[in-house]
């Protein structure tokens, strides 16, 4: 039994939402004011996402049949607990539909496939200027993490890395 309003749908993406999953991705990038680094493709999705073994999953919201907002998300694994988490690793909303309960119905079907798949956390990261957003994900009980930080090797970095390998 679902709590949503009537307008509100959410659904697993299919292969024939990547144009849809590309737009709300840049969509995203330039809320983030980044849209430059969003070169993912139509081929990278179709291929990391919809074939024999997918890499991440997406939840498409939509609001009187037209797509609103999207949760991109994937599985992780935790040593310490012995069980899986759920990454967020996107959330977006179309601003035309913002304050309409979109991005909270999306985060509460992720935690209730976070419980069905055994999940131990639920996991995202958050831009620490987007004070609405952090006051949001804390009034859902969510907890800013700030001992842990962010590493990354990405680019040249990665490559040079990598190549010390041999």
């Not at 430059?36 to 049949?65: K, S, Y």
């Not at 949001?136 to 190549?163: C, H, I, N, P, S």
Request: with cysteine; proline share 5%.
């Amino acid at each position: 039994m679902s709590n949503l309003p009537a307008a509100i749908k959410i659904r697993p993406a299919g292969a024939a939402d990547v144009p849809t999953i590309l737009q709300f991705i840049r969509g995203l990038a330039e809320y983030e004011r980044a849209p430059e680094q969003a070169v993912a493709t139509a081929d990278d999705l179709l291929r990391d996402g919809f074939g024999a073994a997918p890499r991440f999953r997406v939840l498409i919201a939509e609001h009187n049949a037209t797509a609103a907002g999207f949760a991109f998300f994937f599985f992780n694994y935790s040593t310490w607990l012995g069980r899986p988490g759920l990454y967020l690793e996107d959330l977006f909303v179309r601003p035309e539909f913002r304050g309409q309960g979109i991005g909270k119905a999306l985060l509460l079907r992720l935690a209730r496939i976070a419980v069905e798949e055994g999940c131990a956390r639920f996991d995202w990261q958050v831009l620490d200027w987007n004070t609405p957003a952090i006051e949001f994900y804390q009034a859902l009980g969510a907890q800013v993490r700030k001992e842990w930080l962010t590493m990354r090797v990405e680019g040249e970095a990665l490559r040079r890395l990598a190549a010390q390998a041999h």
